[in-house]
């Protein structure tokens, strides 16, 4: 009888075990962790219970024996909303990176995202914290490729997604979704005749990570494994800067939506042959 092999998924470990998963055997230190408090200051005056990291975890460790650190968003709080804490400890994490590259410590950052956006309850606070994130990111990539990796369940949306777009490389899982608005915030504002969120075929056809690879917009996808994803993330810094980034595409995804006609829109199937095998350099 065949053995059946253990299924080692991405997506069902936490956010501490995904950013382990990611760094070398024995090299993970945690820093600004559980222990040292860092708890959201507005939360509590709503009533929200606080979470003792605020739903980041940072580690330093090594990828292929180079200097790392991993942020990963923990979706099982507070839906992976970025509020002011958490998302500080991101940016802070990214400058610390670029401030390693200033003093010739080659440090390789990944983001891992797993969040709806901003934290509606720390409303611009948490936007001011994203748009640092953002750019951290666009002060890194010039370095050193900017990993970001989005699995599932919950995806990466609002400004979180702007975010991952600019990362020098976007890895992905079937699972996963990308978006700029999640289906129930559309079903919500524009009704179900414009967008049925229950409709997970449809919802997946037009934001899953299949559709966004296939589109051109993430750069690998990958099976819901973590050692599978721990190879695409050292793949990409193997690759090394390129220089070449769909947000400096400004005048080629101009051109795209100019040739939509919203009058009829083409099917999720016809996008990936419009804009799948176009690039972006």
Known sequence: MNAITPRNSFIERTARDRARALLDEGSVREILGPFDRLVSPWLPLQGIPTQSDDGVVLARGRIDGQPAVVAAI????????????????????????????????????????????????????????????????????????????????????????????????????????????????????AGIEELDSSDRKLIWSLIGGEQRREAGFVDALVADDAGAIAAAVRAAFAAGVTGTYRSAAVDLYRARLAAIDPAAPPTPEQLRGLWGEESVS
């Open 74 to 189: 923990e979706s099982a709080y507070q839906g992976g909303s970025m509020g002011e804490v958490g998302g500080a400890k991101i940016a802070g994490a990214l400058e610390r990176a670029l401030a390693d590259h200033e003093r010739g410590i080659p440090t390789r950052p990944v983001i891992l995202f797993e969040t709806g956006g901003v934290r509606l309850q720390e409303a611009n606070l948490g936007l001011a914290v994203i748009a640092e994130i953002q750019a951290g990111i666009l002060a890194l990539r010039p370095r050193v490729p900017v990993v970001g990796v989005v699995s599932g369940m919950v995806g990466c949306f609002g400004g979180m997604s702007l975010a991952a777009a600019l990362c020098s490389t976007l890895i992905v899982t079937r699972q996963a979704r990308l978006g700029m608005n999640g289906p129930e915030v559309i079903e919500q504002e």
